[in-house]
């Protein structure tokens, strides 16, 4: 991030000429001027004067990096800003922003370590630590630095924000909605604040709360934020078109719970059909299971009471009562028959070819006689 550099001289007398600025006011003008290498000259001349002048060295770094990208010149500057001012927060929060933003961030993390050493109750501190360890996906270990910051001073929203993106990362979401609530509490009138909550709220399938945040965001900041609602119901919507889609094969009547609701936030008509389309043929599979699940109970109830006519035919035959045998078996039959399924089953067979060998047999005895 690039910092505007202004001393308190220039802020309380605008009408200050330009001669009668200090060396450092000159350098600053220079600097918000863009005019970098004007501000280094005259810095460079400042510091062999001045060399205890923290703020100099971070002017003298910034213009190095901002001017020409002379990263190991800024960083010169910057630690020797460091060196003369180790309990100033401005030094951390320059020489900081700059190992950051050049995606040093191990490096920012020791320098902001040394800056909670050095300066205990220093809130900004433990706050630029904690955000360091976020960006290095450390969550875990950037709780306990953004817990000292908001213990030194409560009232900052920002600090409630990146504790909130922590937990969220953690996939904590309860104490990440905890954070976000302060969040929105502390800076109640930033539609921002509430598109942040409000996608934790989506994330947790909270979706009338999501809906109310970023409604007001919405009418908080009507520009920034045009279309919000809209773009909350459609991510919505699209939660339980996936979980629909999730389901519709492992398990229907929970994809059916799915589509009814997505049906209810669908926008376009050709979602709308589609809802129903899906809910239409689903119901029928459903039945048609159910009819089916009813079936196999009626047909494994009547092909055990078959399977007992078939012993007890087995049992006549081989005491060559042929004429009962025929008379049990066809009873055995007649149980089958009630099933158009069972009418075609492999015990139907066998129990008519014993029917049919009982009945020729009563014939041969028959002739005999």
Request: overall charge positive; some cysteine; proline content about 2%.
């Amino acid at each position: 991030m690039r910092f505007l550099f202004y001393s308190i001289l220039l802020i309380v007398s605008p009408l200050f000429t330009f001669a009668q600025m200090t060396p450092l006011e000159k350098a600053e003008t220079y600097y918000n001027a863009d005019k970098y290498r004007q501000a280094i000259r005259v810095l460079t001349q400042l510091v062999k004067t001045s060399p205890a002048n923290h703020e100099a060295y971070l002017l003298l770094g910034a213009s190095y990096w901002y001017g020409n990208n002379e990263l190991i010149k800024a960083e010169q500057a910057f630690k020797q800003a460091l060196r003369v001012a180790p309990k100033e927060q401005m030094v951390y929060d320059r020489y900081g922003d700059f190992l950051a933003t050049n995606k040093r961030l191990a490096d920012a993390q020791k320098l902001y370590e040394e800056g909670v050493k050095n300066m205990p109750q220093a809130d900004r501190m433990y706050f630029h630590l904690g955000v360091v360890l976020h960006e290095q996906k450390k969550h875990n270990d950037a709780l306990e630095p953004l817990n000292q910051a908001i213990s030194l001073n409560p009232n900052k929203a920002v600090y409630h924000y990146f504790k909130g993106r922590c937990y969220e990362e953690l996939k904590l979401y309860s104490q990440a909605l905890q954070s976000f609530d302060q969040y929105v509490k502390l800076e109640s009138d930033k539609a921002d604040n509430y598109i942040t909550r409000g996608r934790l709220k989506l994330e947790m399938k909270d979706y009338q709360g999501a809906l109310a945040d970023h409604t007001k965001a919405e009418e908080l900041d009507s520009v920034a934020h045009n279309g919000a609602v809209e773009q909350c119901k459609h991510a919505i919507e699209w939660d339980y078109y996936t979980a629909y889609r999730k389901w519709e094969k492992k398990d229907l009547a929970k994809a059916l719970v799915y589509a009814r609701e997505g049906l209810k936030w669908a926008r376009s008509p050709e979602d709308i059909a589609r809802y129903k389309r899906w809910i239409v043929k689903g119901e029928k599979e459903l039945a048609a299971r159910e009819q089916a699940a009813k079936d196999a109970i009626i047909n494994k109830k009547l092909l055990t009471e078959a399977e007992i006519f078939r012993q007890r035919g087995i049992a006549l035959i081989k005491a060559k009562k042929y004429q009962e045998a025929a008379y049990v078996l066809e009873k055995g039959l007649m149980v089958l028959i009630k099933s158009a399924e069972l009418a075609l089953s492999p015990l139907y067979d066998k129990i008519y070819q014993l029917r049919k060998d009982c009945l020729a047999a009563v014939e041969e005895a028959k002739k005999k006689n």
